[in-house]
């Protein structure tokens, strides 16, 4: 994990700064989401890459890239939590000032 981070701090700082945008902007927009059907897939196709990984049945490059972009989303998901709750954060101030 370490080795991810050192040498690609770069990818994973920018996945965090996009991922920051994205839930700046996500508060603003009013949609219904996922279905829950299509949220049930995308968190089993999550669980069992995450579960390929963790157990190493992809060797060399291919599981390098598959690491490195599961830490990449779990960083771009940070960075949406974090914007969300900014944006929040500063929405809530301006709406107790008026």
Do not use: T
Not at 12 to 30: E, F, K, Q, Y
Not at 33 to 39: D, K, M
Not at 56 to 81: I, K, N, Q, S
Not at 84 to 94: A, D
């Amino acid at each position: 994990m370490a080795y991810l981070v050192v040498f690609n701090w770069v990818w994973l700082s920018g996945a965090a700064v996009i991922g920051l945008g994205m839930g700046w902007i996500a508060v603003v927009r009013r949609s219904e989401g996922l279905s829950r059907i299509a949220l049930r897939r995308i968190v089993i196709v999550v669980v069992v890459l995450a579960g390929i990984s963790l157990s190493r049945l992809l060797p060399g490059r291919f599981g390098y890239g598959l690491d490195l972009g599961l830490v990449m989303f779990a960083v771009y998901l940070l960075g949406c939590a974090l914007g969300s709750w900014l944006r929040y954060q500063v929405v809530s101030r301006s709406a107790a000032a008026n």
